[in-house]
């Protein structure tokens, strides 16, 4: 459909809601262009939390594996008398 200036100008009100519809065509997409780029990031974010999140968990493993072992041993030294 071809359209023309002389077609607008005979119907003003055609031609603002052609321009409307392309208004809100172009902040759509750009809406969805951001609304991709955020999720990415958030995306990328995510993942480096998760990392970090499976490191403390790794960690507090550690310390807590550690924690037990000298609660074990302060148990053996006051049974022998030694604290």
Sequence with gaps: MKLTFEQFKKDPQKAMMFLMLFAVSALY?????????????????????????????RML?????????????????KQLGKI
Excluded: N, P
């Design 29 to 57: 997409i750009r809406a969805e262009r951001q609304s991709y780029l955020a999720t990415a990031q958030c995306e990328k974010r995510l993942v480096i939390c998760e990392s970090e999140l499976i490191k403390m968990s």
């Design 61 to 77: 493993k550690t310390q807590d594996s550690l924690c037990s072992a000298l609660i074990t041993e302060i148990k053996i030294y």
